[in-house]
């Protein structure tokens, strides 16, 4: 089944994640997040951190080194964005970027929220929500045994295979 317009498909072990976008309230996240997409970044990376009842967060490229996980966390794509706040709330299925304490320090990795967290809202820049495999899929990756670290210790289990978009 091909992406509505604007829309994406994350591949997992588990199966698919469907997302769609906001590009009315983030454009420029929005966008950046398809170009990453079109390069192929996200593909073969690992949902780094897994916090249950609260997200699951991907997009870090040193996650290619999953015997490197003290660096997971900590990579992006080179580049930087500007927080998009948006009247969008941080409910079961919000798809969001990560950031560091700067506001503006958004690049690649994005994450799931699991479970209202209406504390991030005006903090972090919603951008999409999933549409499909909420239950069957995210909540899978969710449940993954993790580390300390809350990285999780089967990696090929929270692998993101390949992630595509729609036409424009």
């Known amino acids: 089944m091909a992406n509505p317009s604007g829309a994406a498909t994350i591949t997992t072990n588990f199966g698919n994640i469907e997302l769609e976008f906001y590009p009315q309230d983030a454009p420029k996240t929005v966008e950046n997040f398809?170009?990453?997409?079109?390069?192929?970044?996200?593909?073969?990376?690992?949902?780094?951190?897994?916090?249950?009842?609260?997200?699951?967060?991907?997009?870090?490229?040193?996650?290619?080194?999953?015997?490197?996980?003290?660096?997971?966390?900590?990579?992006?794509?080179?580049?930087?964005?500007?927080?998009?706040?948006?009247?969008?709330?941080?409910?079961?299925?919000?798809?969001?970027?990560?950031?560091?304490?700067?506001?503006?320090?958004?690049?690649?990795?994005?994450?799931?929220?699991?479970?209202?967290?209406?504390?991030?809202d005006g903090q972090y820049t919603v951008f999409g929500r999933v549409v499909s495999g909420m239950e069957d899929v995210v909540d899978k990756i969710a449940f993954l045994k993790t580390d300390s670290r809350d990285a999780p210790i089967e990696t090929e289990q929270a692998k993101i295979i390949k992630v595509t978009v729609g036409d424009n």
């Open 34 to 120: 398809k170009q990453l997409v079109n390069r192929g970044f996200y593909d073969g990376l690992i949902f780094h951190r897994i916090v249950p009842g609260f997200v699951i967060q991907g997009g870090d490229p040193n996650t290619r080194e999953v015997n490197n996980k003290n660096k997971w966390g900590t990579g992006g794509p080179g580049w930087n964005i500007k927080a998009e706040f948006n009247k969008n709330k941080h409910s079961r299925g919000a798809v969001s970027m990560a950031r560091s304490q700067d506001p503006h320090s958004a690049g690649s990795q994005f994450f799931i929220v699991l479970k209202d967290s209406n504390f991030l």
